[in-house]
């Protein structure tokens, strides 16, 4: 019976650190970063349980981010392990550590040379971004305006 208990215990814990990883992943995706993806690295691994990985724009970008997921994991209660470096003005990576999620946010290029997705690939994807509206367009022929 209290294999039962501490079993169920785990998998509840298990979903609530689920829902955090999407919900951070769902946050990234609402400020303006590309591609963002959750991935759940617990059957590969034993150090971490989820990596959210987002395309930033900027430096500036990271930085304002870095600001985000910090309120968030506060927010949530959620440790952030060495806190102690800020991102560089020349950082094209950088990793936050929240030690069962793992945030990524990286630039296209070092995104696209490191490709994570593919090298855990066996790891089941979660969350993956919205994708943008289609654009509309708008066509005027004799006066009126089809969209």
Not at 4 to 14: I, T, V
Not at 34 to 62: C, G, P, Q, Y
Not at 79 to 93: F, T
Request: net charge negative.
């Amino acid at each position: 019976m209290e294999d039962l208990l501490q079993s169920d215990g785990a998998a509840l814990n298990s979903d609530i650190l689920l829902n955090k990883a999407v919900k951070l992943g769902e946050l990234l995706d609402d400020q303006n970063v590309t591609d963002v993806v959750v991935i759940d690295m617990r059957t590969l691994n034993f150090w971490t349980d989820f990596f959210v990985i987002a395309t930033v724009t900027s430096n500036t970008h990271l930085l304002g981010l870095e600001r985000r997921v910090k309120e968030y994991a506060y927010a949530e209660e959620i440790d952030i392990l060495r806190r102690s470096r800020r991102p560089d003005k020349d950082d094209e990576w950088y990793l936050l550590d929240l030690g069962e999620i793992v945030v990524h946010l990286m630039t296209a290029k070092t995104r696209n040379f490191f490709e994570l997705e593919r090298l855990w690939s066996a790891a089941p994807i979660v969350y993956k971004a919205k994708l943008p509206a289609a654009p509309v367009s708008v066509v005027e022929t004799s006066g009126a305006l089809i969209t």
